[in-house]
């Protein structure tokens, strides 16, 4: 099935550089269709919420992007380079993009400071004042550098998310995903990391979020994409995303979140 997109102009286009492109992508599990001819380019600043029910392959897709699932037809390509099985360069992808998960991945046996300088020293070859200092300057940013001496255990979802944040920061990432950031997180915590998020967007960071949240897609997005059974079933702009949506599947989506 064609989605229905709604392109930007030509002329804009043109001079966007792309930051991700996904060209006929395939991936199954076993027998089950998960991503089924995903075609997709977003450009170098543009902030793409993706959004749809369950299962319907939305984590899959921003997995795939850094390697963490591996597609088995199509291409895509990440800054230029092609995502391939060669580790060397999944690795040299990875280093340009910072990954936040549903539930935090920090390191429990490491300090939140020491999760955020551990992959700038081993990835990047920090210096360990250098790393030290990025870590502090992003815990800062996501008002977390008091805690900088705490373990993970010691913080709350909200913190932790927070902490993830800024370990992903710290890499200097071109590009972040976010999958599903505060589908964990208890209500009155979620307000806290969206907030971090939507900063980040306002800086012009290239980013593509999963989330249920359509309020933030609503302030965020530059496009709204929803997906169902593994399709792109719709792309466009936030206020025809939500106001006139295009397609029946879209409708119904919106009918039962928004309500």
Known sequence: MEPLVMEAPEEEQRAATAAVEMIGVNKWYGDFHVLRDIDLAVAEG????????????????????????????GAIIVAGHELTQDIAAISEIRRDVGMVFQ???????????????????????????????????????????????????????????????????CMGPKLMLFDEPTSALDPEMVKEVLDIIVDLAGEGMTMICVTHEMDFARKVADRVIFMDAGEIVEINRPNAFFETPQHARTRRFLQQILR
């Open 46 to 73: 543009e902030r793409i919420v993706i959004c749809g029910p369950s299962g319907s392959g939305k984590s899959t897709l921003i997995r795939c992007i850094n390697g963490l699932e591996e597609h088995q037809e």
């Open 103 to 169: 539930h935090f991945h920090l390191f429990a046996h490491l300090t939140v400071l020491e999760n955020c300088t551990l992959a700038p020293i081993e990835v990047r070859k920090m210096t360990k004042p250098a790393a030290v200092d990025k870590a502090r300057h992003f815990l800062e940013r996501v008002r977390m550098a008091d805690h900088a001496g705490k373990y993970p255990g010691q913080l709350s979802g909200g913190e932790q998310q927070r902490v993830a944040i800024a370990r992903a920061l």
